[in-house]
């Protein structure tokens, strides 16, 4: 059976969410995509198994149509960081652009603007180098920092710190990653 988040079976659940103005939130598992055996370490493993999962359904919800269907649901994707977003948002472009309106048709607009327009959120690390440039191509409203607390790899206590220390971006961009952007995920207003 090939099932992924944007697969029909899901949609009364994003029904039920979009009504009560809360939020869906991603987050992978460290294995890899189904029926995946090559990992041979944990390295291997929690190296590309959450991100490539998120992929996948990334793509599923957003050529699934599900923020098309339905507009007021808020998606965030956690725990992956953010500099695989404009690379995937390109790709997923390019192929829509080429095929969407046969294979994806419930994908009205192209990947990115949904990205860039819609009500997706996505995580970063504190340290992630592509932060700004990522900042640079989906905007500033989408991004929430991550703390990854109480992992075994979280650099907890020093999360927000990592952030604030930051010259490479603004204080206004420091101030809703750190605060703004996840009020609003979450449905609380932003005073």
Not at 8 to 13: A, C, D, L, M, S
Not at 65 to 88: H, K
Not at 165 to 178: F, G, Q, V, Y
Request: hydrophobic content about 35%; aromatic content about 14%; glycine content about 8%.
């Amino acid at each position: 059976m090939k099932e992924h988040l944007g697969s029909e079976t899901y949609w009364p659940i994003y029904e039920e969410l979009q009504r009560l103005d809360v939020p869906f939130c991603v987050h992978n598992r460290r294995e890899g995509p189904r029926g995946e055996n090559r990992f041979d370490s944990f390295l291997f493993m929690h190296t590309i198994g959450r991100p490539f999962e998120t992929i996948i359904q990334f793509a599923g919800l957003i050529y699934g149509g599900v923020p098309e269907a339905f507009p007021r649901l808020r998606i965030g994707f956690m725990e992956t960081g953010v500099g695989w977003i404009p690379y995937w948002m390109e790709r997923m472009d390019e192929e829509w652009e080429k095929r969407g309106s046969v294979e994806a048709p419930d994908c009205r607009q192209k990947p990115s603007e949904y990205v860039k327009h819609g009500n997706l959120f996505f995580s970063t690390e504190p340290e992630e180098e592509t932060l700004p440039y990522v900042i640079d191509r989906i905007g500033l409203d989408h991004i929430m920092f991550a703390s990854d607390y109480p992992h075994w790899d979280s650099i907890f206590p020093d999360v927000v710190s990592t952030i604030q220390r930051r010259e490479d971006i603004t204080e206004d961009a420091k101030r809703r990653i750190l605060g703004e952007n996840a009020q609003t995920f979450y449905g609380r207003n932003v005073d």
